[in-house]
């Protein structure tokens, strides 16, 4: 993997900022030439390393619920099984961990009989033994900004409206480039850009590719809280870069997150000091990710914004 150096980072994180800013703004914030930020950006993109991409919110399209599903196997290849849940069109993420469970799913439901559908779906994919699964009662991060941009299961349902499929693919493209692909005004692209970002049904992020900002090394933990310290406890984890995922869930285990670090080390550092010294923890498991063979990075959570920079 190439990695980016000092100007790319520079350029990333003017996009983390404001994903949607003109290449000459870039230029002048950076101090460089336009014409440079342009080749930079195509060639990160063209590298995989990062691009910019529209995200819809995990709860539109009808979708209600968020449950996360664990699942152990037997008798055949955990890779397989874990082919074979990607495949169905709910389901956001799945990975592979170490230990129990075999495979960690992340998937949307409409209604909790559909979860439940899910589930015995699931349940019966060959070498599936056991599904264990718990909903989402509170959602209070989820950030879709790491993936395989070449994964071929990260990519949009070719079902998606029309506005969205461009912009999911490069979220860098001018409403004009938009509006030629769709036959439509530029003025129309615009408006429903906004209206969709207003509503909080579409946001921009950058999405790199971990191993290019050298974080390698994934887990996801189980966390159970003391009486009366949830809120707290949630509130400290929210502050951290570390945790892109953080949600209250049902079951014995209220909280559930999942973990980014650029080494063993360092996620050994946040599970055994920084983590606890929150206070207010009963217990915590954690299981190392090994592989991801689902991660559609087309979906997060996040608020609805006032105005999004124009793209001319």
């Given at each position: 993997?190439?990695?980016?150096?000092?100007?790319?980072?520079?350029?990333?994180?003017?996009?983390?900022?404001?994903?949607?800013?003109?290449?000459?703004?870039?230029?002048?914030?950076?101090?460089?030439?336009?014409?440079?930020?342009?080749?930079?950006?195509?060639?990160?993109?063209?590298?995989?390393?990062?691009?910019?991409?529209?995200?819809?919110?995990?709860?539109?399209?009808?979708?209600?619920?968020?449950?996360?599903?664990?699942?152990?196997?037997?008798?055949?290849?955990?890779?397989?099984?874990?082919?074979?849940?990607?495949?169905?069109?709910?389901?956001?993420?799945?990975?592979?961990?170490?230990?129990?469970?075999?495979?960690?799913?992340?998937?949307?439901?409409?209604?909790?009989?559909?979860?439940?559908?899910?589930?015995?779906?699931?349940?019966?994919?060959?070498?599936v033994d056991t599904v264990d699964?718990?909903?989402?009662?509170?959602?209070?991060?989820?950030?879709?900004?790491?993936?395989?941009?070449?994964?071929?299961?990260?990519?949009?349902?070719?079902?998606?409206?029309?506005?969205?499929?461009?912009?999911?693919?490069?979220?860098?493209?001018?409403?004009?480039?938009?509006?030629?692909?769709?036959?439509?005004?530029?003025g129309t692209v615009r408006q429903?850009?906004?209206?969709?970002?207003?509503?909080?049904?579409?946001?921009?992020?950058?999405?790199?590719?971990?191993?290019?900002?050298?974080?390698?090394?994934?887990?996801?933990?189980?966390?159970?809280?003391?009486?009366?310290?949830?809120?707290?406890?949630?509130?400290?984890?929210?502050?951290?870069?570390?945790?892109?995922?953080?949600?209250?869930?049902?079951?014995?285990?209220?909280?559930?997150?999942?973990?980014?670090?650029?080494?063993?080390?360092?996620?050994?550092?946040?599970?055994?000091?920084?983590?606890?010294?929150?206070?207010?923890?009963?217990?915590?498991?954690?299981?190392?990710?090994?592989?991801?063979?689902?991660?559609?990075?087309?979906?997060?959570?996040?608020?609805?914004?006032?105005?999004?920079?124009?793209?001319?």
């Open positions: 993997m190439e990695y980016p150096d000092k100007t790319d980072l520079q350029i990333i994180q003017e996009l983390r900022a404001s994903p949607r800013i003109t290449n000459k703004r870039i230029a002048r914030q950076l101090d460089i030439a336009e014409s440079t930020v342009a080749q930079r950006i195509r060639g990160m993109a063209e590298r995989g390393i990062m691009k910019v991409v529209a995200q819809k919110h995990l709860f539109s399209d009808g979708y209600e619920f968020l449950c996360f599903l664990f699942v152990n196997t037997s008798r055949r290849k955990v890779q397989e099984v874990c082919k074979d849940i990607a495949n169905h069109k709910e389901v956001c993420s799945v990975s592979q961990g170490v230990g129990n469970p075999d495979v960690f799913v992340i998937s949307r439901a409409k209604s909790i009989k559909s979860a439940h559908d899910l589930v015995d779906r699931i349940g019966q994919i060959k070498g699964f718990c909903t989402c009662i509170h959602m209070h991060k989820y950030v879709s900004a790491l993936g395989d941009l070449n994964a071929p299961n990260s990519m949009v349902d070719k079902e998606e409206e029309s506005i969205f499929l461009p912009l999911s693919q490069d979220g860098r493209q001018s409403n004009r480039e938009v509006a030629r692909k769709l036959d439509v005004s530029e429903r850009i906004n209206k969709l970002a207003q509503s909080g049904v579409m946001q921009f992020e950058v999405v790199c590719n971990p191993a290019a900002l050298r974080l390698t090394v994934n887990a996801t933990a189980r966390i159970t809280t003391l009486t009366r310290q949830t809120d707290k406890v949630i509130r400290e984890l929210k502050k951290l870069d570390s945790v892109a995922l953080l949600a209250e869930v049902t079951g014995g285990t209220n909280i559930l997150a999942h973990l980014n670090a650029s080494s063993t080390q360092e996620l050994g550092d946040l599970c055994d000091n920084t983590i606890p010294a929150i206070g207010g923890i009963h217990s915590m498991q954690v299981q190392l990710v090994v592989s991801a063979a689902k991660h559609q990075y087309h979906y997060a959570y996040f608020d609805s914004v006032k105005e999004l920079p124009r793209r001319k």
